[in-house]
């Protein structure tokens, strides 16, 4: 399968991803749309990877190896992220009862 | 070394310590002790003055050095003392009448309170003793310092009675006005030492001749700037009238006999810059000339006593000036010897009038004084026909000197000259008649006070009026006696250089006898009929409230020269400070400097807004910088 | 005379230095108050000391170099020679008498305020001895920031808008200029081991390092105004100067005379010790420009200095006017405006902490400085009077005055490098006795009024401090020639730069 085909699909992912961001108010929606962005990138990682291991890979078999493992570093940082966030999320819902990111202009004053 | 006047030093040091004696003990020293010590250290120095009068006269002139002033690389100038003919004449006259006006002195300011009596002695110390440095120094700095000494003491004595604020004024207009004149002496002395690289007066005149025309008369025509201030020239003689707010005597020895002629000893001393400058000379003969006339004028119609001195003063200046415009240097000289002998009998004779008056300067509340005080009335009455010009009296010798120098040189000066001499002889008698002939015009209890001054008062007038009778004889044209200008052989070797330039350059022939005669008639005739008319008009003087109308007003307020300058130069200068201080200032340069400040502070708050406190802004805010920056890497 | 370790230039920094921070941990007011008094003393025989053993002729004088951040080319290099010796004379004769002058005036928290105070001598003394750009740069920031304090924790109702004023201005001069070391910095040759031969540090802040760099003539048209806008800040010249009044009027006095008195002479120092050497032919390049604004300054300031009616103010343009011509002076390049700069940033020091003093003694007692509220003061104040009046004739340079011998210099050199502008400095001449003239009819002499009727004459510590100055004055107005010897040899040094 030509690149492009995986670049066009990371880049509506992402740009779903963003639009979900920008015009959502749900924390949780906006979370979860943070979360396709970074799954994004992902995508277009491990397609690139894969692509360079295609022309250098016979030359030198730890170069594919070697890319991937960003994208495992990602989805654990992910992960991690996600704990913390939905746990903040948790924590502003029970304090205001809302999770209406227009509620949150706190930094504000 | 050697030299015997290596001590003239002594001379403007004992003033100085008088000055400090009385100055830091003014509390502790009585009234009598101030007047000795005061009294004293000037008598001292003319004693010495005499001494080294005869040494110069012996033939023995001395250019005494004591330290460096300034000694760098770029700059030399020492603190030297130049004895010649010039300075020990001045000397004399400087320490010889200020010994008579300081006894004066004693007794006329005896009723100050005794510490401002010894502030006055201190005062009038330490201008004999710049007035020394003035005429004393080597150098044209020297010169400078004694010359900026003398008018801050002029200030300083103007402003003696510091609570009238109309004295304080007059002192503060007199020192301005000689900062003006200051300025052109000073950048004279800039360009001296630029293009000489020395302001000594011997390096300076000999090499006299390295000097371009232009320099050489941009040098004397602002050394002249200078001496206008100092002798009240126009246009900067406002302050000398103005002056007389000071005590009496001050008048008499500062703006009469001896700081104003500081401008006349300054220009003979550069004598030979001056006649290589045809320009200036003409300048100078002209502003004279012109000086003379105006004041003289003024004085025609002023009532207060000291006024009309004041300005018969100006007047006088201006005759010197005439003489130096013409180069008759030693006419000049000798005027300002004459004319400080009897300009200060005049004025120590209205002090002891206006003292008997009980401080009344008006003329028009005088009058009929002769058979109260018979001893100023004779000294005035001599020292009007020395100034009026009568012979054999000392004004005559002199200012006829200068009137055939003039002629000389042009007969145009020479008639407006005598024009002022007539005007001269005119308003001093109008002065003597209206004050010591007819009968008294003051209240009653003036007059129950009417009085001889005291010894202290009347010694001084009776030895100054000798000296006033028979001053001139020192100096008796040739036409008289062969040999009889003792003065003009004295002071020949001042003069050497410029005597020699002229013979060179433009020699003229001597006067005939026979014209002199003539020219000596008019001037002398002329002023006995002046004379004759005050006399027989002001003596029948009634007092009358009529105001000056016509012509006589604008005499009686002075030309409104004063209204002039205020109009023309302090009011502007105020409006523009004003301008400055106000719009310039505050909303100009400060205006940008806060300016820069009230932008930075504006723009920040405009800026503040973006930071909304809404996660959604800010994220849009995120995602269109990168789409600009991907828009900028790809397209652009 | 210490041997190698402790010379005269660390005693002057030191001294000051360590007093100074001790004086924070000192509780009582009196102890505070003798102490920095005696420290300051000790500091001014140091500084005496070292005038009296300096040879005349040796150029580099008391020096002395300690690689400090070796690897960048910084070193401790501090040096006490004729361009610095007179100033760091001024700064340790000012302290003294402006302790003595305070002595009886009280400031709250007065260890803070003493510390300060003997920390600002300390960054003065440093600019006027380091030969090293870092270390000049860190004492002219040292000097600045405990004024700062000063000023904003004592001074008066609009102290915070004046001291802000003051240090953004005259801090964002000091940032340019720090752009400029820098990038001078980069242009310096290696600094190599004695030894070895090795590169120690690739580039070096020396001095010499910095006059030896080598610039083309347009490099040297920028990095000029780099420095010389940080300088004509710190003067300051127009139209720079707008900080200064407001500062001196909103400053204690005490602070006030340190400002006027001697920090305005680091920007002067600055030019003479930096600035000329460094830039010679953006200086000639550029000289008209410099003395134009420096002498359309001069008449400026003459001019706005007849309209106040604030005594401090009044000073403040007085001053500026004055540091107007010295620094028209200093872009003549002749040697002998040159030397009178030199001998005038002292008198000028002198002289106006003088009338500073006298203003000061005048507030304590009336509470107001404003001219049309005073008069009559010569009456009840006699001593006062005479002391002001020679301050005040001193201030218009009248001759056997100290003021005389610099001005007289300063304008013969100006009048060699241009008639016209030596015409139209001259000017001040006359409106600097207007202005003073007036201030003194009006302040001290008419007739006293209801505030001015209880006014006492000033006791004994305060004729004592008063009569210092006016000795001074004279001395330096009679026989300014020790001073000339001091000085000399720099700055025939300096000028052959230009010849």
Redesign the interface.
Known sequence: MPIHYYIILSVTLFCIG?IG??TR?NAII?FMCIELMLNAANLLLVAFSKMHNLTLGASNPTLASEAQVFVFFIMVVAAAEVSVGLAIIVMIYRNIHSVD??F?????? | MGNTLQIVWLIPLLPLIGFLINGLFRKQLSKSLVGIIGSGVILASFILSIYVFMQVKGGNTHLAHY?????????KVGFDFQIDQLSSIFLLIITGVGFLIHVYSTSYMHEEESKDFAKYFAYLNLFVFSMLLLVMGGNY?IM??G???VG?CS?LLI?YW??N?EY??AA?KA??MN??G??GF??AV??L??RIGSADYHTVFENVSKLSLTDITGITMLLFVGATGKSAQIPLYTWLPDAMAGPTPVSALIHAATMVTAGIYMIARSNILFTMAPVTQTVIAVVGLATAILAATIALKQNDIKKVLAYSTVSQLGYMFLGLGVGAYTGAVFHVMTHAFFKALLFLGAGSVIHAMSGEQDMRNMGGLKKYMSVTHITFLLGCIAIAGIPPFSGFFSKDEILAGAFANNPLYWGIGVVGALMTAFYMFRLYAMTFLGKFRGTHEQEHHLHESPAAITIPLVILAILAVIGGFVGIPEVFMHGGHKLEAFLEPIFEETNKYVAANHPHQPLSHSKEYLLMGISVGGALVALIFAWNKFSKYEKSDAEETGFGKVLANKWYVDELYDAIIVKP??S???F???I??KKG??G???GV?KAVSYGSRQIRLL??????VY??LM?IGMLVLFIVKFFL | MFGNDITIPHLLIFIPLLAGLLTFFIKKEATVKAWSLIASFITLAVSILSLVYAKRDDLSGYSFNYEWLKHIGASFAVQLDGVGRLLTLLTAIAFPLIFITAYKASYKNANSFYGLMLLTQTGLMGVFLSTDALLFYFFWELALIPVYFLCSRWGGERRIQATF?FF??TFAGSLIMLVGIIYVYLHTVPILDQQTKAVVSDHSFALRAFQAADFSASQQNWLFWLFFIAFAIKMPI??F???QPDAYEQSPTPVTMVLSGVMVKMGLFGVIRWLLPMFPLAVVKFDNVVIGLSVIGII?AS??A???DDLKRLAAYSSIAHIGLMCASLFTT???AI?GVMIQMFNHGINIIGLWIVIELTERQLGVRKISQLG?V??KAPVLTIMLVVIA?ANIA???TNA??GE??M??GL??FN?WY??VA??S??LA??YT??MI?KV????SNVLTASMKDISLNEKLVLAVIVVLIFAVGI???PF?ELT?ASV?ALITTFK
Not at chain 1, 104 to 109: A, E, M
Not at chain 2, 611 to 616: E, K, L
Not at chain 3, 444 to 447: D, V
């Open positions: 963003v961001v920008l108010r906006i990111v227009n949150l202009n706190r930094l504000k004053h | 330290f460096n002033f300034i000694n760098t690389t770029s700059l700095i400078f310092i010359w900026e000494g801050l200030y402003g510091f609570k604020n304080t004024n503060k020192f301005i900062r003006i200051d300025l000073l950048l800039f360009w030492l630029n200068r105020n523009l400070a004003a400055l201080n106000n310039v200032e340069v400060d940008l400097v806060n400040g930071q909304s406190g809404q996660v959604g994220v849009l995602v | 004023k953004v201005y127009f139209p100067h707008t900080w400026y001019l706005i007849i309209k106040q002749k040697q002998v030397e009559g010569a009456h004739l009248l001759p056997l005389f011998v007289f210099m304008f013969t009048f060699q008639i030596t015409v001259g000017l001449i006359i006795a207007v003239l007036n009819q001290f002499y008419g007739e026989y300014p020639q000339f000399k025939a």
